[in-house]
């Protein structure tokens, strides 16, 4: 009997050492739901995924550099250079996943030519989605940007503004709360689907599917190439999550591998 219990512990220790847990961070839509999708695949590898659902853009990235986290799951990798620059921090990139076409919402007008004159735009207080947001704005002939002026930039930037349109920055994810509030605001797409918005119907204008705005994931130098991490990421490139994305997200969101 003893040598039989000793056995069972032998066993359970080893299960025990045997079994790696991953802790990501993600934005609810469409991040965390593809982390939940690919849990089960992974515990089939013998890596347990625990997710962590966060609203804002700077504690993912803090917790991870902190080591209180793994890795995160819910930016495009101009934010990150600009984070790692601002912060001193060394995040680094493991997987490109999907493109999450970025798309200007209003609930008062049904087209851009309908913008009246003085109209109130919100855009992302962030430096790389702010940017973003005028370099689609610019595209869409709203605005006309200064030559040269790039993802990083701001307001100072416009050239021409023949509508005169008032431009408000604040976080990315209180902008489809004060959507009834404005005239037009320029949502990413995380926020725009936990908002029941549709991008592919309800945007007035989204980038294309040639976006540069891939999302990742995110790790730190020293854990990037851990097996369980080498698990993850290919998990998220799986055939299996090229369709769930395609047959749930119907174009809002795009696969990029």
């Known amino acids: 009997m003893k040598k039989l219990i000793a056995a069972l512990a032998t066993v359970a220790a080893f299960s025990a050492q045997a079994a790696e847990t991953l802790t990501v961070a993600a934005t609810a839509v469409p991040h965390a739901e593809l982390l939940e999708f690919v849990k089960p695949q992974l515990a089939e590898q013998g890596v347990e995924l625990n997710v962590k659902v966060f609203t804002d853009y700077v504690q993912p990235n803090i917790q991870v550099a902190e080591k209180r986290l793994d890795a995160n799951f819910f930016q495009h990798q101009p934010y990150l250079d600009e984070f790692n620059k601002g912060k001193g921090t060394d995040l680094v990139s493991v997987a490109g996943v999907h493109i999450e076409p970025f798309g200007a919402y209003s609930s008062k007008v049904k087209s851009l030519d309908e913008l009246p004159n003085g109209a109130t735009v919100v855009i992302p207080n962030d430096a790389t ?9 610019d595209k869409a002939g709203v605005i006309t940007l200064k030559v040269g002026a790039g993802i990083t930039a701001t307001p100072k930037d416009i050239a021409e503004n023949p509508k005169k349109i008032k431009i408000r920055e604040l976080e990315a994810a209180t902008l489809p709360r004060v959507l009834t509030q404005v005239d037009l605001a320029l949502i990413n797409t995380n926020y725009a689907l936990e908002a029941k918005l549709n991008p592919t119907q309800d945007a007035l204008v989204i980038e294309g599917s040639d976006s540069p705005y891939v999302n990742i994931l995110v790790a ?19 055939e299996q ?8 997200y119907k174009g809002a969101v795009v696969p990029a591998f």
């Open 220 to 238: 730190r130098p020293d854990n990037k190439d851990s097996d369980a991490m080498q698990k993850l990421a290919a998990a998220l490139h799986s």
């Open 241 to 248: 999550v090229r369709q769930f994305i395609e047959e749930k």
């Open 129 to 137: 989605n702010g940017g973003r947001a005028l370099l689609l704005l």
